[in-house]
């Protein structure tokens, strides 16, 4: 088959011929349709996830068709067409047992833990408890959004924030992950207010829900024109960036027992953040973390994009080739791109 490789941290992507996967037991093999391209992708990239094994294949939302099964998989067939959550479960340890398998100890992740979905067929393991069966009216571009940036964004504003009608939320990073937050909080009827250093991007989450926004690079004081505009701070705060200022932005900016909601990912100097712990014990805020969402809490999301409620679609802005994302993943890190950008022709 073909896929997007590299062999060392940071170094050259290049299509190359390679092996086709095998199921395992447990497992199936899709052909890819539809695969966003996402920041995570860039870390993975940089070195910055310790399960990289090189050379590497990399690659983890996704929409497929079976085209092979493992000998005890008992739920899908070859031609079901299906999506995937990025965090797959081993669905037999404590937390799996627990319906927690995006916490699994035992967790699986393509373009992480094994090659991934950056070529025409990727391997997923333990398919009858992570695979999503897709409905005929979600199309394959949709459907491969959703893998990593909006189960992610909906399970923090859904089920971590319990964000209900009428809360003010501030979203702290307008890429894929903060759009989407924007777009169910919306639909929630939350009052949004969205932050960014890009005055394009910020004309985008204005166009997808988006109540209020600052734009952070002239703004010296989001956090004072955040209190500004809720009288008192907001209900729930989102970090959809993840570094240092935004995440202590998002901590400042809650009102009273508010919550803190951490969804960008953390990574070199930003691991271990200074925060106002006096301020945390002294309100009362919740400082809460989110990753992914289990395959068996996709109905309730599913159901809101049938019925319109949600429109991922909205939040793709182009379709690219395998060859042109290796020349993208490295700029995944710029701030010259907005919305989310699909691989569909491999």
């Known amino acids: 088959m073909r896929a997007a490789v590299f ?16 199921p395992s037991n447990e497992g199936v093999v899709l052909k890819v349709t539809a695969t966003g391209l996402c920041r ?26 079976v085209v092979a099964t493992g000998k005890h998989v008992k739920i899908f067939n070859n031609g079901d067409r299906v999506t995937v959550p990025f965090v797959g479960g081993c669905g037999n340890c404590i937390y799996c047992r627990s319906g927690n398998h995006q916490v699994c100890d035992h967790q699986s992740q393509p373009g992480f833990t094994h090659w991934g979905s950056f070529a025409e067929f990727v391997a997923l393991d333990y398919a009858d408890i992570n695979l999503v069966r897709l409905p005929e009216a979600i199309d394959d571009l949709t459907a491969s959004s959703l893998g990593c940036r909006f189960i992610t964004a909906f399970r923090a504003v859904v089920h971590q924030a319990k964000v209900s009608e009428g809360n003010f939320v501030a979203i702290h990073g307008c ?37 209020h926004c600052i734009k952070a690079k002239n703004n ?11 009288k008192g701070g907001v209900h729930v705060s989102i970090d959809a960036l993840g570094s240092e200022e935004t995440a202590v932005n998002s901590i400042n900016s809650l009102r009273k027992q508010g919550r803190h909601i951490q969804l960008g990912l953390m990574t070199g100097d930003h691991k271990d953040l200074k925060i106002p712990m006096d301020k945390i014990l002294a309100n009362e805020l919740e400082i809460i973390g989110s990753h992914g969402m289990q395959a068996h809490k996709y109905p309730e999301m599913l159901d809101m994009i049938l019925d319109g409620r949600l429109t991922p679609q909205k939040l793709i802005s182009r379709t690219i080739s ?7 993943l490295p700029q995944m890190n710029s701030f010259d791109h907005q919305g989310i950008t699909v691989i569909n022709s491999f």
């Open 322 to 328: 395998l060859k042109e994302a290796t020349v993208l």
């Open 175 to 211: 890429g894929g992950v903060g759009l989407s937050a924007i777009m169910i909080a919306k639909a929630l009827g939350a009052q949004v207010i969205a932050i960014d250093i890009r005055a394009s991007v910020l004309k985008l989450a204005k166009s997808l829900g988006a109540d």
């Open 7 to 22: 062999e060392s941290f940071q170094g050259k992507i290049s299509i190359q011929d390679v092996q086709d996967p095998a």
């Open 40 to 65: 995570s992708d860039w870390h993975g990239w940089m070195g910055h996830d310790p399960d990289i094994k090189l050379p590497h294949v990399p690659g983890h939302e996704l929409a497929g068709i």
């Open 220 to 230: 010296s004081d989001v956090v004072l024109g955040i209190h500004d505009i809720t």
